[in-house]
């Protein structure tokens, strides 16, 4: 198929996917799943849907050759975040296509994604292409946005044998931007871990008509947000973001000069980009007295930290001594939620194939590898797959990354349509490329 028209295919796969209404909760995804598995059955896939909740199915689509080689497969969540149509210019279940963008919860994170997998899969097995060493497989799952209780983690638990793979493709980077003159794009090779936890200050309730009566707690955590607030990155560099700093020209053994030099170049870029580098502290809850009229003997705040991958509890607690100093000590600090991140090696055959094709396409630019600081399903198919090299590649060329990621998970979500034949040209050929 031509460019133009898989962008054409792939921009009316993506208006069926945005109409499905597939909100998590409660997800509802087995609609948009169906509608999935009828267009890649025309094409001469083989499909399976895969449940653990009826109303929420999993799709295993293949297109297998008859030699041995790798399993190659594209991976896409059907499920969405909500959205407040008060809020849009235009619905966000509409699928319209205004000014070359398509609108719609969903369009970037990652229906997008998913149309452009299924559409490049479509089309190799609609002209009778056929992996000459190894197999194509698609995985379109439910309940990515919750944490894949009945998606990718139930799968890759339950029916690993049916979701196995050698290389695999997801969401999380592909989208270019500039740097050092030249176009890059990023393919995310890791995700950092969570380690969220409460920070408790302690003192003694009274009458608060009489302040001094007590000791007020709630007081107690003003300096800990101070500190947040002006606390500067400490580097802790892992493999991906030191390899993403040499292929941008910069001395991973100087980090903070590095850093220095992309926040003068473009201070919206080193926003997007920082939190890879290093451990990252955020106050998001706080709660004291539950009475305006008492002191509260308690107090605490609920801070989502996240650790870059090949680094554990260990470096949030030296994170949190670093901030909170010598007073750090005054307060009890309670792990409530403990992942460790994950990764896969940024050099492989993968790497190679999205290399190759980038410099192909978009001539001039390079590829980079990046760390997610939030979380995807490659996390669930690196742990059952422990050779599985999985990687977040989308490639996005007329919506730079600036552009893209404000609008995932907020208002107005939409793409150009360029874009869309762009990615899916790229999975075409990636599959031709590595699979024969
Ligand atoms: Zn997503």
Known sequence: MSLSDLQAETTEVLARLVRFNTVNPPGNERPAIEYLAGYLEDAGLRTELLACDENRPNLVADLEGTGDGPILCYLGHVDTVLADPSEWAHDPWSGDVVDGFLWGRGALDMKSQVAAEAVAAAALGREGWRPANGHLRLVFVADEETGGDVGAHWL???????????????????????????????????????????????????????????????????????????????????????????????????????????????????????????????????????????????????????????????????????????????????????????????????????????????????????????????????????????????PQRHMSVLEAAPLVHNADERIDVRDLGFAASSYVDIARELLG
């Open 156 to 394: 890759t638990t339950v029916h690993p044998a049916k979701v196995r793979c050698d290389m695999l493709i997801n969401e999380g980077g592909g989208e270019v931007f500039e740097y050092g003159g030249a176009r890059r794009y990023g393919v995310c090779a890791g995700e950092k871990g969570i380690f969220r936890f409460k920070l408790t200050a302690h003192g003694a309730a009274g009458h608060a008509s009489i302040p001094r009566t007590g000791d007020n707690a709630l007081l107690k955590l003003g300096p800990v947000l101070d500190k947040l607030a002006g606390a500067k990155l400490s580097v802790q560099l892992s493999e991906a973001p030191a390899a993403f700093l040499r292929s941008i020209g910069e001395d991973p053994d100087d980090p903070a000069a590095a850093l220095a030099r992309i926040e003068a170049a473009d201070p919206a870029l080193l926003t997007l980009l920082e939190p890879m580098f290093g451990v990252t502290l955020t106050p998001t809850m706080a709660h004291a007295s539950d009475k305006i009229n008492v002191i509260p003997s308690r107090a605490y705040l609920k801070i989502d930290c996240r650790v870059p991958p090949g680094f554990g509890e260990d470096a949030a607690h030296e994170r949190i001594a670093h901030v909170l100093g010598a007073d750090g000590r005054d307060f009890e600090i309670e792990f409530t939620e403990k992942v460790m991140g994950n990764s896969s090696p940024t050099a492989s055959p993968l790497m190679d194939a999205i290399d190759r094709w980038v410099q192909a396409n978009d001539p001039g630019a390079d590829t980079v590898p990046v760390i997610l600081p939030g979380f995807s399903d490659s996390k669930w198919f690196r742990d059952a797959f422990p050779d599985c090299v999985a990687y977040g590649f989308f």
